[in-house]
């Protein structure tokens, strides 16, 4: 079946640590995309990629680093810069042309205490 | 930059009847895409439907249809025969229509959402 992963679903850690959130697709998508959303708040885009070796920053880049070494995947690390990481994650793809929606995957939830 | 403002924050219908969901948009481009999610409790965002602006006909999908207003930068949702595995929070959200315009220009703008509720 196609479509995106994501690992783990709940996440914990400590204040202080750098987290890596995973996520996969199998879509054959271009385009990946990663969102955080709070209560009340939304989703807002943190960090995407048009292609391999590049990616853009979205709106609350700050205290995220992501890397796409492949075309399936674009794992979001957390770093201790991040001054409140607590949030739900969620990974998308897309086809890169006009458009088309965006797919998602089931998202993590993150806790820093 | 475009701005995306769903003003019911909850919502609620009871079941079998129709609920009509709102979202306004600001935007100065005349052709892009806009977009309804919804989130059940399971978190999973799942695309309800989609809208072209450069087309005046309103999308419908089975139960869902919108009711595009390009004018007045209106975009609602209507569910009609409303079912308890409606219940979810809904997202209105808007897309440029041209990945080479600049840089995030394809990305997705989300209202808060609302929050639908449906009463058996």
Redesign the interface.
Known sequence: DGGITQSPKYLFRKEGQNVTLSCEQNLNHD?M?WYRQDP??????IY?S?IVNDF?K?DIAEGYSVSREKKESFPLTVTSAQKNPTA?Y?C?S?I????Y????G??TRLTVT | AQTVTQSQ?EMSVQEAETVTLSCTYDTSESDY?L?W?KQPP??????VI?Q?AYKQQNATENRFSVNFQKAAKSFSLKISDSQLGDAAMY?CAY?S???YSG??S???T????TKLSVIP
Do not use: T
Not at chain 1, 101 to 104: C, K, M, N, T
């Open positions: 385009a995309y009340g708040q939304g989703l807002r885009l995407y048009q853009q979205g739900f969620l998308a897309s890169l042309y006009r458009g929606e965006q797919y998602f089931p998202g | 924050p895409y977009f999610y399971s978190r999973q965002m799942i695309l989609r072209e997202f897309r229509p041209n990945a840089a995030g394809y990305q997705l989300f209202g808060k959402g």
